[in-house]
Structure formats: structure tokens, C-alpha cells
């Protein structure tokens, strides 16, 4: 059964922080694995895109890795600030079902 | 500029009323989606479209409608039959069904 599992749930951690987000899938076939961002009664918005033979991929703080051999992605923010506050989206292949996400909060 | 656009953003309902949201793309995308957001859940699909004059149900399709008569359009009709419809709804379009998703600002439809 094709699966995408997001950890944490929720995650809280003070300004200026850094944080990982994981996502792993047993989708297949896998085609791409994008991340979006959602900011509360906002639509998603796409921040990176991986392929199969992709292993990183950067958007300003934000950082994507992908290893396909065990299906697992991660998003790494760096020196977090209160406008990631949010909920991040894995999606994999097939592009249009989205899961609840991780709930990032961001304090100051 | 190219982008989608919802409307209205905020509509109240009586129960028992059939009501239309609006979706209108200018970004010349094949493909079209309609998500419900219930507060804290994730986006669950209710309709989508991959060409005009051609739409299929998502995961939760019983008491909403849809027609995909223009590339640019994909109007949704949330139904009397929709017995729990306050909800937050977004369209979304995307050049095809692996693309990035492009969405809306949402519509807040709350019944009274």
C-alpha cells in the first residue's frame, strides 16, 4: 500500500533554531517528492522538488535530502524564524493528496 | 500575472442551500483540483479535473459537484446533500498530474 508517514506531528522550538523534518514513503513507483509550506488559512505553497537522482536540493534556509534506497526525506530549516511557523507537506509522485503534515511552531 | 483565483473568500450558508464556489486560472494549466481543510487535518480531495469536459471524484465527492466546461473554470457546488459542509476550500491547478500544485487563497464557507 503506497504510504507517505510525517515526523513529527507537531514540533515547537525557540527562534533562531534549526530543526528536521522527516518524511518517509513506500510510494511506487516514485517519480518526485516535493515539500510544500502552509501557512494557517493559506494554500500550500511548493518550496523544493527532489528526483530520483537527486540526493540535496536548497531554498534559501530551507534544505531537502532524498535518499531513495530507504525512502526517506528530510527538510532541515536553519536559523528558524516566527514566518516558518507553519505546516510542511511531504508529497510524493502522485501529486495532487496531501497528508496533515508536521506542524512547526516557531517562538520567540 | 498568472495565478488562481477563489471566490467569494468568506460565504455563510443556510442549511439546505446549494452554494457555488468559484475557481478562474489564467496560468493555461490542464489540470484542476478542489480540496477541503478541516481545522487542524489535512487537505482532502474532493473533485479533480485533468481536461476540460472531463473530471473525476476524489476521496470525499458525495454531496458536491463539479463541471469542467472551460480550461480556465472549475466551479465547485457544495450541495444540500453535504451534510457537514462548513469547511475551508481550496483549488488548485497544476500543468499536469505529477506537477507543482499551484492554489488558491481559499473560501471559508461556514453554515448557519
Known amino acids: 500500500k503506497n504510504q507517505v508517514e510525517q515526523s513529527p506531528q507537531s514540533l515547537i522550538i525557540l527562534e533562531g533554531k534549526n530543526c528536521t523534518l522527516q518524511c518517509n514513503y513506500t510510494v511506487s513507483p516514485f517519480s518526485n517528492l516535493r515539500w510544500y509550506k502552509q501557512d494557517t488559512g493559506r494554500g500550500p505553497v511548493s518550496l523544493t522538488i527532489?528526483?530520483?537522482?537527486?540526493n540535496t536540493k536548497s531554498n534559501g534556509r530551507y534544505t531537502a535530502t532524498l535518499d531513495a534506497d530507504t525512502k526517506q526525506s528530510s527538510l532541515h530549516i536553519t536559523a528558524s524564524q516566527l514566518s516558518d511557523s507553519a505546516s510542511y507537506i511531504c508529497v510524493v509522485s502522485e501529486g495532487m493528496r496531501f497528508g496533515a503534515g508536521t506542524r512547526l511552531t516557531v517562538k520567540p | 500575472d498568472g495565478g488562481i483565483t477563489q471566490s467569494p473568500k468568506y460565504l455563510f450558508r443556510k442549511e439546505g442551500q446549494n452554494v457555488t464556489l468559484s475557481c478562474e486560472q489564467n496560468?493555461?494549466?490542464?489540470?484542476m483540483y478542489w480540496y477541503r481543510q478541516d481545522p487542524g487535518q489535512g487537505l482532502r480531495l474532493i473533485y479533480y479535473s485533468q481536461i476540460v469536459n472531463d473530471f473525476q471524484k476524489g476521496d470525499i465527492a458525495e454531496g458536491y459537484s463539479v463541471s469542467r466546461e472551460k480550461k480556465e473554470s472549475f466551479p465547485l457546488t457544495v450541495t444540500s446533500a453535504q451534510k457537514n459542509p462548513t469547511a475551508f476550500y481550496l483549488c488548485?491547478?497544476?500543468?499536469?498530474?505529477?506537477?507543482?500544485?499551484?492554489f488558491g487563497e481559499g473560501s471559508r464557507l461556514t453554515v448557519l
Open positions: 527532489m528526483t530520483f537522482s537527486e
Open positions: 496560468l493555461n494549466h490542464d489540470a
Open positions: 488548485a491547478s497544476s500543468a499536469d498530474e505529477t506537477g507543482e500544485l499551484f
